[in-house]
C-alpha cells in the first residue's frame, strides 16, 4: 500500500487555495506534529509489518515549514511502523522559499522525491497568485537540492493564469526545461469557491482566461513538453522515462493507500470490498484526537467500477481492459459496449487491444468522457 501525510501548514495560504491549509504558529504546529505520531502509531496497529509500503508523500499545505527535526520524527515513527519497501518512492513537497537550507537534511532523513512549487517564472504572475517567492528563489532551491544528491526532481506549473500569455507561459516552461527535472506537473488555474481569486474573479463557469486560450495553452505546453523527451503520461503531468510520480500513479490505479493527519483520505481492502475513510478536518478536534474521522464509506461493486473507469482514463496508457476483467470478473464492454461505442464515433476515446484511452480531443473533453461511465 501507499502512505500520504498532509502537513497543513503553510507561510501564507495562496490566493487561488482551497487545499485544507493555512498558517499557524510554533506551538500549534508542534501540538499537530505530536498530534500525528500518536496516529501514525495508532493507524499501523491495524496493519501488521507484512503490507509492505511502497510509496510515502509528504503533501500539504507546505510540509517544508515545518522544521528538520519535526520532519525526521515524523518520517523515523513510519519506518518504525511499517514495512517500507527498500525501493520504496519517498517524496515531499517543498515551497521555493521554505525548502531552501534543508535539502541535505531532507536527504538524511530519506526522502529521495522532491516536489517543489514553483508555478511560474514571472514575478507578476507569482505575486498575482499570492506566492512567497520569486524565481530566483527557486533557481537556488532547485540546484541546493540537486547538490545534495536529488536525482528525482518534480516541479510545478501553471497554466491559465489570468492575463497569462502564449509568450510568457513559454518563457516559464523554457526556464524550467533548461533546469532538466525529471517529472513536470502543468496544473489549469481552476477558481475555487472560499479563495480570495473567487472574490475577485466571481463565480464564473471555466477558466478565467477563457476556455479557447486555457485549451491553446494547455496543448502548447504538452507539445513543448514532449518535444523535449518527457512523457504526457496523464493528463496534467510529464515525466522522463521511469520517472513517472509512483505514487499519484497509485492513486489512478486504485492501489490502497493510507491516509495520515488532518483531512486526510484512506482507500483501504476489507476483504473483498474497498473503505474510503477520511479524518476530521477540524484542527483542534484532530490535535485532541487524532483518530477522529468525518467520513466512513464502504463502497459498492458499482462504485468500484466506476472509479476504474474515470480514474484509469486519467492517464494516457487509459484503462487495462484485461486487468479490469481480472479484478470483476466482467469485460469492460460487457458494462459500458454502447457508450464506448459512442464515444468512439465522437472520436473521443481509443478502444485499443487491451485498453480504453482518450484521444486528444478527448482530454479536452475529459469530464464529460468520465460522466458517461458514471450512472
Not at 495520515?260 to 484512506?266: R, Y
Not at 474510503?276 to 467500477?305: H, K
Request: with cysteine.
Amino acid at each position: 500500500m501507499e502512505i500520504y501525510v498532509h502537513i497543513p501548514f503553510c507561510e501564507r495560504k495562496c490566493y487561488y487555495c482551497d487545499f485544507l491549509s493555512g498558517a499557524a504558529d510554533a506551538d500549534t504546529r508542534q501540538a499537530y506534529v505530536d498530534a500525528l505520531t500518536k496516529e501514525i502509531r495508532e493507524r499501523a496497529r491495524s496493519f501488521g509489518r507484512d503490507n509492505k509500503v511502497t510509496s510515502v508523500y509528504f503533501g500539504g499545505g507546505t510540509p517544508s515549514v515545518l522544521s528538520a527535526e519535526q520532519l525526521e520524527s515524523l518520517y523515523s515513527v513510519i519506518g518504525q511502523e511499517f514495512n517500507i519497501d527498500s525501493n520504496a518512492e519517498i517524496t515531499i513537497e517543498v515551497n521555493p522559499k521554505s525548502g531552501r537550507g534543508k535539502s541535505e537534511a531532507l536527504r538524511r532523513i530519506g526522502f529521495n522525491r522532491l516536489s517543489i512549487g514553483m508555478q511560474s517564472s514571472h514575478i507578476s504572475e507569482l505575486e498575482l497568485l499570492g506566492r512567497i517567492h520569486t524565481f530566483d528563489d527557486f533557481t537556488e532551491c532547485y540546484q541546493e537540492a540537486r547538490d545534495a544528491g536529488f536525482r528525482n526532481i518534480n516541479v510545478d506549473i501553471m497554466t491559465a493564469v489570468p492575463g497569462q500569455t502564449q509568450q510568457m507561459l513559454a518563457a516559464t516552461v523554457d526556464k524550467v526545461m533548461e533546469l532538466s527535472p525529471e517529472h513536470i506537473s502543468a496544473y489549469s488555474l481552476i477558481i475555487e469557491k472560499g479563495t480570495p481569486f473567487y472574490e475577485r474573479f466571481g463565480d464564473i463557469e471555466g477558466p478565467v482566461v477563457g476556455e479557447e486560450a486555457e485549451r491553446k495553452l494547455y496543448w502548447m505546453t504538452v507539445d513543448m513538453l514532449k518535444d523535449n523527451g518527457y512523457r504526457h503520461y496523464e493528463i496534467s503531468n510529464f515525466a522522463r522515462p521511469g520517472f513517472e510520480s509512483r505514487h499519484n500513479t497509485g492513486y489512478w490505479k486504485r492501489e490502497h493507500y493510507l491516509g495520515l493527519g488532518l483531512g486526510a483520505s484512506s482507500c483501504l481492502a476489507d476483504k473483498d470490498i474497498d473503505v474510503r475513510t477520511r479524518n476530521t478536518t477540524d484542527l483542534a478536534a484532530y490535535i485532541n484526537d487524532p483518530l477522529a474521522m468525518e467520513e466512513y464509506n464502504v463502497l459498492t461493486r458499482n462504485e468500484m467500477i466506476e472509479e476504474t473507469m474515470y480514474l484509469g482514463l486519467r492517464m494516457t496508457d487509459g484503462v487495462d481492459t484485461d486487468e479490469f476483467e481480472k479484478t470483476f470478473g466482467v469485460t469492460v464492454r460487457s458494462l459500458y459496449g454502447n457508450i464506448i461505442d459512442d464515444l468512439v464515433v465522437q472520436g473521443l476515446v481509443y478502444e485499443g487491444a487491451g485498453s480504453l484511452s482518450l484521444t486528444d480531443l478527448g482530454i479536452d473533453y475529459g469530464n464529460y468522457v468520465f460522466s458517461r461511465f458514471v450512472k
